[in-house]
């Protein structure tokens, strides 16, 4: 397909890497923060495409992942955003409390300024208790 | 260095993929609005650090690519958010109108919702002339 199709285009061609995954930033529909990113498969986006579930494609466990089917942390999908060479998605999600494994409800709970000595700051308190979560 | 410490801890020690970068998003930092997802590799991220100015490594040209070099749509960082595993970055930015090279403010300017027919629709319009700006 040619650039100006895949950049102009309404048909979504989505583009998978070498491995046959695309990255998916889920940000919070109301608020905007950035929650977390992970990558899908082409199972993992017709499944959220099909039933509005935020799911992606674990790197480390290799299978499918339908995103709080342990901790609870669900992402119900309101809209499914495409960049424009189609090779990055993000979702806008609504969810509960408490999207990172760690505790927080963002994944970036850490940061630091440019012109700084590289040492982040943290700049989030935890929602959520991930040892009584994770250990149910 | 122990999974407890990449995230738990303050010390900065992102993680590059097997080709050396990592992925960085480009959010707006007034509204929150998600503009692009670029790599960067080592010297890509320590320029943005040392000068606060929105640089990448880009894949195409495998070269540095200071964002706006060509269309004099820089980003002016004004922090930058690392993630749990510290595999992913994202950068605060300010911006003028127009940071896609398409010629809309955000590369993400189609969308679908989960349970359509997987046709796109637009969701922004244009914020800028690319014609004009990169034939210059």
Request: net charge neutral; aromatic share 8%.
């Amino acid at each position: 397909m040619k650039s100006k199709q895949i950049e102009e285009g309404l048909q979504f061609t989505p583009k998978f890497n070498a491995e046959g995954l695309i990255p998916a930033i889920a940000q919070d529909a109301e608020t905007g923060q950035v929650l977390m990113v992970a990558w899908m498969n082409r199972e993992a986006l017709d499944y959220t495409i099909a039933t509005g579930r935020g799911t992606y494609f674990s790197r480390s466990r290799k299978k499918l992942w339908k995103k709080g089917e342990e901790s609870g942390h669900i992402q119900q999908v309101q809209q499914i955003l495409v960049d424009c060479d189609q090779d990055c998605l993000i979702l806008k999600v609504t969810v509960d409390a408490g999207q990172c494994h760690v505790g927080y409800q963002s994944c970036f709970y850490r940061a630091l300024k440019p012109g700084s000595d590289k040492d982040l700051e943290l700049i989030a308190e935890k929602t959520y208790d991930p040892e009584a979560t994770y250990k149910k």
